[in-house]
């Protein structure tokens, strides 16, 4: 019997990544969900997912995007 290094998603810890649907961040910026589909194709959003037919986001890009997009007065 030989021994493989290969690894398996049950071998990987545990992560709790959390995601979000377009139709979730569309309506916290009151956007049509097309411009959010658009800014996920022009990279705002990295670590997005596809699953299945639908697209996930993670919070932590969603919440780097709006952090940037505060406009400062000054």
């Not at 398996?8 to 589909?37: F, H, S």
Request: no cysteine; charged share 20%.
């Amino acid at each position: 019997m030989t021994s493989t290094n290969a690894t398996t998603l049950a071998d990987e810890p545990a992560r709790e990544d959390k995601y979000l649907t377009v139709a979730e961040i569309a309506a916290q910026l009151r956007v049509a969900p097309m411009t959010i589909y658009r800014y996920v194709e022009e990279g705002a959003f990295p670590g997005s997912i596809r699953v299945g037919r639908s697209i996930r986001v993670p919070v932590a890009a969603y919440e780097a995007y709006v952090k940037a997009s505060v406009i400062s007065h000054g």
